[in-house]
């Protein structure tokens, strides 16, 4: 039976590098978890109008400017949400609990610790990737590879995956170590297009697995505090990406592209229909360009991938 779901607005109200939120109260469902403030879209009303009704009612601040960052669909034992997350940075007021309730401002690092609701887990992962990210493609040694990196660090990419088909995983792990510093001084991440036990073996901050790795596990095999990246084409990929706990997705190819020209691209309404289903951040791949980033956000994903758009 097809499940409907609550909509709820939920505002991740950001004040330089710090985010509000409030302790849900012993009377609610999921009590003494921290949340973003927001609540149940009432009839009639957008995403943005209930956001700045909820921010008057709950925390007696006046906002604006809410931009989306991701939509959650969840199911709790007893009710089904779609978490309608949006994000601004424009406020009048102090932000204070008008209901009783404990109301902080975390940085991003602080929320790691916090407890959330389960659904949560895709804001927090929306909120700690960018919207580009670049996968490496063709070098010819090791210092032509450290100057395309720099090339991607210094376009503002914040996720970089290292890719390299041709080397053995000896080779792939000596290649991130020596690139890991100047990855992180630019305040970027490292995945590995490899293993768990690769990962182990590096200071990177994650890993890609391919397709065909995503059914090697039952559960994630990877450490919480490490990222799961899982590269899917399909439904059943991205129901087995989730069962083990990606903590994002890529989903190719969205546009024909010349590096898998076997493969049907799915197409842009296709993949809004999939992401519309996946609680967690969904990159789309294959055929993109920089200025396709919007229509990429329109069409509900967290951001672009990409080889040959970024790496060159
Ligand atoms: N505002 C907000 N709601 C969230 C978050 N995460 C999350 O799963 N939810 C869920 O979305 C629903 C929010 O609805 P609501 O805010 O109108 O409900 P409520 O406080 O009266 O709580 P209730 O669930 O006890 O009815 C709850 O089921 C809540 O658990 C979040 O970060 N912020």
């Known amino acids: 039976m097809q499940k409907t779901f609550l909509d709820i607005a939920v505002g991740v109200l950001r004040c330089e590098n710090e985010i509000c939120l409030s302790l849900r109260q012993k009377h609610q469902s999921h009590a003494d978890h921290w949340e973003f403030p927001g609540g149940k879209v009432e009839a009639g009303e957008s995403i943005e109008q209930a956001l700045k009704r909820e921010f008057i009612e709950e925390l007696g601040v006046e906002t604006d400017n809410w931009e989306p960052l991701i939509e959650i669909p969840w199911h709790y034992e007893k009710v089904s949400v779609r978490l309608h997350v949006y994000q601004s940075y424009d406020f009048d007021g102090t932000p204070h609990g008008k209901e009783g309730q404990l109301v902080r401002w975390f940085n991003q690092t602080e929320l790691k610790a916090l407890t959330f609701p389960e659904a949560n887990q895709g804001i927090l992962s929306a909120l700690e990737l960018g919207d580009r990210y670049a996968i490496s493609g063709k070098f010819s040694d090791v210092?032509?590879?450290?100057?395309?990196?720099?090339?991607?660090?210094?376009?503002?990419?914040?996720?970089?995956?290292?890719?390299?088909?041709?080397?053995?995983?000896?080779?792939?792990?000596?290649?991130?170590?020596?690139?890991?510093?100047?990855?992180?001084?630019?305040?970027?991440?490292?995945?590995?297009?490899?293993?768990?036990?690769?990962?182990?073996?590096?200071?990177?901050?994650?890993?890609?697995?391919?397709?065909?790795?995503?059914f090697a596990y039952d559960a994630r095999p990877i450490a919480q505090d490490k990222l799961l990246g899982a590269s899917t084409h399909n439904q059943e990929e991205v129901e087995q990406a989730l069962k083990i706990g990606a903590d994002f997705i890529l989903l190719s190819p969205v546009l024909p592209t010349a590096t898998h020209p076997d493969m049907e691209a799915l197409g842009w309404d296709v993949f809004r229909e999939m992401v519309k289903a996946i609680p967690v951040p969904v990159f789309a791949l294959g055929g993109m360009k920089a200025e396709r980033l919007n229509q990429g956000k329109q069409n509900g994903a967290q951001g672009i991938a990409a080889i040959s758009e970024f790496w060159n």
């Open 143 to 214: 210092e032509d590879f450290s100057a395309k990196l720099a090339k991607v660090l210094n376009d503002g990419i914040k996720l970089i995956q290292l890719r390299a088909k041709g080397l053995d995983e000896a080779e792939v792990v000596k290649l991130a170590q020596e690139n890991i510093d100047a990855i992180h001084q630019a305040g970027a991440k490292l995945m590995l297009n490899g293993t768990p036990e690769m990962l182990g073996q590096t200071q990177a901050d994650g890993i890609q697995l391919a397709s065909n790795q995503l």
